[in-house]
């Protein structure tokens, strides 16, 4: 495949703007969890852009704040914190901290001339409701694109082959087709132009000393099928 790679990371940090801070006078917990960032997908976002030579967009506003990574009809765009805000209130964030992400990626996409490869970086819980998540990486992305399909066969074989005794799964832990930034992207551009892919590391391999064994392999991964 000939792609030009973007790198995004809508779950970059869990900063809170000081406008909006006092939203969160007592989500402490909440904010350093899973639900207010991702853990290490900053990280792995800015490893794999250097790598690539590749832009990086990043959200390092606290997701419950507002949600880059839902729609704007999604019931999770604003969480229990920032719900009190008033309309006009709702629509200063999206036009702070929602809509130069989105539109900033959509735009670049446009301008290429290029096939793109969107790789959206995220990280997920090793726990969620007391189940186990066995899963090391996940690759999400729609079965029914055939690029992405084809991609992320031909990236799984040399992860697997790179990560011996990892779990590399397709679609696991969310499914490629939920409500996400590469879903709503899919709807602009067709499946030539457009390859939308999510990468969900393991936080358990967020630890600097394992997380570099797996962001050199999804470094050398990349080399050998973009």
Same mark, same amino acid.
């Given at each position: 495949?000939?792609?030009?790679?973007?790198?995004?990371?809508?779950?970059?940090?869990?900063?809170?703007?000081?406008?909006?801070?006092?939203?969160?006078?007592?989500?402490?917990?909440?904010?350093?969890?899973? =639900?207010?960032? %991702?853990?290490?997908?900053?990280?792995?976002?800015?490893?794999?852009?250097?790598?690539?030579?590749?832009?990086?967009?990043?959200?390092?506003?606290?997701?419950?704040?507002?949600?880059?990574? =839902?729609?704007?009809?999604?019931?999770?765009?604003?969480?229990?914190?920032?719900?009190?805000?008033?309309?006009?209130?709702?629509?200063?964030?999206?036009?702070?901290?929602?809509?130069?992400?989105?539109?900033?990626?959509?735009?670049?996409?446009? %301008?290429?001339?290029?096939?793109?490869?969107?790789?959206?970086?995220?990280?997920?819980?090793?726990?969620?409701?007391?189940?186990?998540?066995?899963?090391?990486?996940?690759?999400?992305?729609?079965?029914?694109?055939?690029?992405?399909?084809?991609?992320?066969?031909?990236?799984?074989?040399?992860?697997?082959?790179?990560?011996?005794?990892?779990?590399?799964?397709?679609?696991?832990?969310?499914?490629?087709?939920? %409500?996400?930034?590469?879903?709503?992207?899919?709807?602009?551009?067709?499946?030539?132009?457009?390859?939308?892919?999510?990468?969900?590391?393991?936080?358990?391999?967020?630890?600097?000393?394992?997380?570099?064994?797996?962001?050199?392999?999804?470094?050398?991964?990349?080399?050998?099928?973009?």
């Amino acid at each position: 495949m000939s792609l030009t790679p973007l790198i995004s990371c809508e779950h970059g940090g869990n900063v809170i703007p000081p406008a909006y801070s006092h939203l969160f006078a007592n989500a402490g917990q909440a904010l350093s969890s899973h =639900r207010g960032w %991702d853990p290490g997908a900053l990280e792995i976002a800015l490893e794999l852009s250097r790598h690539l030579n590749g832009p990086l967009f990043k959200c390092e506003a606290t997701r419950l704040l507002v949600e880059p990574n =839902r729609s704007l009809f999604s019931d999770s765009l604003f969480s229990e914190f920032s719900a009190e805000l008033t309309p006009t209130e709702r629509e200063e964030v999206l036009r702070q901290y929602y809509y130069p992400h989105r539109s900033g990626v959509e735009k670049w996409i446009k %301008d290429s001339s290029r096939d793109i490869l969107h790789l959206s970086i995220h990280t997920f819980t090793p726990v969620f409701r007391d189940v186990t998540r066995l899963v090391d990486i996940g690759l999400l992305f729609d079965p029914d694109r055939s690029n992405e399909a084809r991609f992320c066969e031909q990236y799984r074989d040399v992860l697997m082959a790179l990560l011996p005794g990892k779990i590399i799964s397709y679609n696991e832990p969310y499914k490629g087709i939920d %409500d996400g930034f590469t879903t709503h992207l899919r709807t602009v551009f067709d499946n030539h132009k457009y390859l939308g892919i999510e990468i969900e590391v393991n936080q358990k391999y967020t630890d600097p000393v394992v997380n570099g064994e797996i962001v050199l392999a999804l470094k050398q991964a990349l080399d050998g099928v973009i």
